[in-house]
Structures are given as C-alpha cells and as structure tokens.
C-alpha cells in the first residue's frame, strides 16, 4: 500500500497537471464497508493506485518526485472514460465525514463520552443540594456499548476522545476502559483526555497513562481546605493537590485545571491559581458560572471574562494574548517568565460557536451536539435492536448521528435565554450536555420515528413529552421572546430554503412647498433627494442584520426603491397641501427566514436620507405610516394589505 500511496503522490504531483487535488481520506475496515462516507470512491483509488504501481516502478520516490515531468505510461486496456471516471471520483472525496460535518461545514473530531452520571463530590455549581435521581444501571452505556460508539467515531474522523462523568475514576473499570481505547491509534485517535475532580485520581494516574491518557482536566475551584468543603460538600482537597503532583511527575500535557469563579465565593482567589502557573507547566483556566438546574445561578454570582481579565492586569500588566488553537474552547493568555498559561472560558459572554468541533455522548448513550441544546437522540437504543452492533446497525446509526449532527445550530442561546431555560443537573449531562427534565427523567427521540418506514435524513430533533410526542403551543406568542421575557434568535436551521419578497412603505409629508419644488427640478443644494435616497435604501436593506440585532443574516437576491413625488397640485392630495413623497421599497431572497425587517429598513433609510438631505428648508417633515404592506413565501403563506394598491415610478 505505501508504494501505492507514493506513487499516487508522484502522480499528483507531476502527472497529471494537478487535476488530482484530493488529500487522503479514512478508509473503513473491510468489514464495515459503510463506515467511511467517502469509502464509494476508496475502490476507484485503490485501482488507480495499484494500476499505476503495476505499470510505474521508479528506483527510488526521490527519482520519481523530483524528475523531469512524468507522463504516464499508455494503458490501452483502461479505457480513457474510465480512467476519467476515477479521476473525478478522487476529486470529489470528500476529506473529512459527511456524518460529522454539520449545515456550516464545522468538521466535529472531537467526542465527549460521559461514561457515569456518579460523583464522589457535591460542587454548589454542578448538583442540586437535595441530589438527583440516578439512572438504573440498565439504562447507562456498557463498557462494550462505550468501545462501540467511539471505534465508530474514529473511524469516521474523531481524533481526541474525553472522558467525563460524573466523575470517570468512580467507574470499577475505568483502567481497563481507557487500556481499550488507547488502542484506537491504531486507527486514528491521537489524544485521549479525561476530565476528573481528581478526588481518587492519584494512584490510578500511572496505569492510565500507560494505557493511553494523554492529556487530563482537573476540577478545582478553591485552594482553601475550608472553603473547599463547602463548595463541594466534601474533603478532599489534599487529594486533588496530590493528582496534581502525580499528573506533572508522569508529564502529562496539556495539563490543565478549569476554576469556576463565583462572585463572593472564590474570586478572590484567583491570585493564587494564577501562581499555580509561575512554575509548573499548568494552564489553569477560569471559567464563567453557568445556569444550570438546581445551582441557583444568578447573574449576580457571575464574574465575567472581561471583569476577570481586568483584575489580573492590575496586578500583571505585562499579560498578553497567546495565540489560540482553531477549536479552542478557552481564551488563553500568559504572563512572561511564567511556565503556565491561563485561560478563560467565556461561554456565557462570549460563545465559541463559530469553531465548535465537539460532539458529546451522554451517560446513558444519547448523543448532544451542543452544551446549550435540548436535542437529543438515544444512540444506546438503535445499539440495542436486533442487529444493532453489526453493519447495519452501524449504518443505522451513522444516519442517525448525520442527522444530529446536521441539525446543529450556528450558536447557542445568549445569557438572556440560558439563565431561564428549564435543564438537567449538570451532574447528570455530562459535564457538557443539556436536556430538558420531563417526570423526574428526561427522554428522547422515540424510537418508532427511527424505523425504516420513516426517512432518516429529514428526522429534525427536538425534546419530547412523557407522551413521545413533539411539544406543541397553538396559542399566539412572541417568537423572538422566552416565556419569562428574555430576547433571543429564533433558530432557523430546520426550515427550508425558499423564494421571499415583501414590500414596505414609508411617508414623508411635508410641512410646506419648498421641498417639493427643490426636489422636482432638483435643485436642492445637497444633490438629487430622489437617487441618493433610493441608494440608501438599497445599502440600508444590506445591513439589515447589523441594526436590528435578532435579525439573521441573508443573502439578498433583489431589492428596489420606488420613490413618488405628490405634490400640491396633485388631485389627490386634498388634504396634503405641502405634498410629499410615498417610498415603496420590495426585497426578495432566497433563504430559509423572510425579508420583511430588510423591507422596512429600506424605506425607513431612504425616508431617513430624504429628510437629511432636506431638513435645511423643511424642520418639519414628518415620516409616516412605515408597514409592511406585502410578503410572499414562507410558512405562514402570503399577506397583503387590505386595499394596498401596487404602484412604480413608471
């Protein structure tokens, strides 16, 4: 095979003009044909490959990258219309999995897997001071059901793995678990990671970095024995100090220790884990308290990044800005002559979206694609079907996880939203998931909606009932406001893309006759009122998205702006004797929201510009009756106003 691969690379790089463009992909195992999305083409590679090893064998890869130009040899039984064929199909491979590339191309090789939902502490910020309901052991991911699930995920791409909890080192098997995924190098993994409070991690440390750990999170967020009990409702500080000690001695990196800072609580203590850094390889990152059920968050209690980062410069101005991984989590920063860098994980002020790469596996086997998300789809239970570990099976839940995945939104929910949307403990997702809870359980895409009769590639997820049925609400409401009043986006990734026009209008009356007559010979000192407000229309209806700040961003196919002149000899102006001018403004796109804000921008922008470019004659212009007056496509169907004639300039 390594000939094969030297030869293709000699024959993209010289023979064919570099037509061939196409980097390597993942190949499946040949007995899990499906695994790899890409895997049609691996047959047409493969024959092109060993074709030209059978018919090239150069003495060595430096003669046959760094000769004359090579032509390749005539292979008069390859028709050229196959050979065309494999070409294009190599071309068209597509890197990275289809299955864990979401609608904006964010390539997810990054998988969380809780593997239990126990802890040995009771953190303040993670569970519910009167504790939580457990799930019974039948419903958790067995040991084989956790190997399974992550096999597949390498195999379609995932190149670090980490493990949460709960707390992972209360799992009996938690050693032999990681023994077994370190075996998955073999086929890709490059960094195995686990998130531990680090209460019963010591002794155990050694033995899981033999098997594989290669990188560890360690939870604290005081370095006070008193105040450490009771924020975690335990002891056990000494315990994690020494995980520290074992962790640097064993040379694991990257090291480091994540430390949510609550106002009045342990902000002032930040000082000291910023020393943690002097001299030992840590970055320690801080981390903004986050609402979750049964913590009691208050935006009082959160100190944000901005506020942290100013109290650390009082007293180090000289820390500056590290340069950031694509898909890291953290800001990170580092003061000079310090060993360790700090971060801040600013997922309340300031999300990550944007590069987000990660995908999580709850405890009891449902599949999260992100923190702030209600979505959910029990992967545990198509493992569990007849066949459900097999090639089918797998299939089935590659489609599955391509749906999840696919569904994921742009960004999650601001602050506004998050403190006030009902969710689980964090003890119970995670470290890193979130579900609505329904009777003391929560629950998940029915199983019957995954059956074969049922297309898989259109199942949009959502939180279900006790009843397994989606949440419904005929009454009216506002869809940009939460039911306690909070603004936010209303998500738009399930819709469908189609044609959208809507036209608005806009009055500008004025106060006496001197505008309009300026106007209709142009002659107004600033220029011509008519096209220069028509273009401010135009350009205002562009940035719709800017002004109004829950709008989406659209990409606008058309707009215009009429503009009419009514002036006081006009017949029917009766009762407008100074006149004025009507703007009527249509914008059309093809999209998966309406247009009727971009409509509305473009009037109030030209009646805006209008009456700037005439408040010097006129001080009292008045801009009235801005509406919408028409819009076509969408779910709601088409609208106009009653007794709205369509007019032109025309």
Known sequence: MGAAVATRRALVGQGFGGLIRAP????????????????????????IASSATASVQPENNSTALHSEPFIPPT????????????????????????????????????????????????????MPEEGIDLSPPSHLLTTEEILHLAKLFVSQGVTKIRLTGGEPTVRKDIVDL????????????????????????????????????????????????????????????SNVLKSIEAALSLGIQPLKVNCVVMNKVNADEIPAFIAMTKDQPIEVRFIEYMPFTGNKWSSGKMISYQEMLKTIRESHPDLHKVQDHKNDTSKTYQIPGYKGKLGFITSMTHNFCGTCNRLRITSDGSIKVCLFDNAEVSLRDLMREDGGMGPEGERKLLEVIGVAVKGKKEKHAGMGELESMPNRPMILIGNGSRRYPTQGRHSTIPLHLLSTTHSLTSLRLYSTSAKSEPPTNTQPKLTHVTSSGAAHMVPIHHKAVTARTAKALSTIKFSNHTAIELIRNNTNKKGDVLSVSRIAGIMAAKKTSDIIPLCHPIAISNVQLHLRVIGANDNDISRQNNGRIEILASVTCDGKTGVEMEALTAAMGAALTVYDMCKAVDKGMVIDGTRVVEKIGGKSGDWREDGWIEWSEE
């Open 24 to 47: 390597p992909i993942r190949i499946g195992t040949p007995n899990t044909p499906y695994i790899c999305s890409p895997c049609r083409f691996s047959q047409s590679r493969r024959a």
């Open 75 to 126: 292979r008069p039984n390859v028709p050229t219309t196959e050979v065309s064929e494999r070409l294009e199909a190599i071309r068209n491979a597509k890197p990275f999995s289809e299955f864990l590339t979401d609608s904006f191309n964010r390539e997810h090789n990054y998988l969380r897997i809780s593997i239990t939902e126990r802890c040995n502490l009771r953190c303040l910020y993670c």
């Open 178 to 237: 990681i023994v077994e995924l370190g075996k998955l190098r073999s086929i890709g993994l490059r960094e195995l990671a686990m998130t531990s409070n680090g209460i019963s991690l010591a002794r155990k440390l050694p033995q899981m970095v033999q098997g594989g750990l290669t990188a560890l999170n360690l939870s604290l967020d005081t370095l006070d024995e008193f105040k450490f009990q009771f924020m975690t409702r335990r002891k056990g500080l």
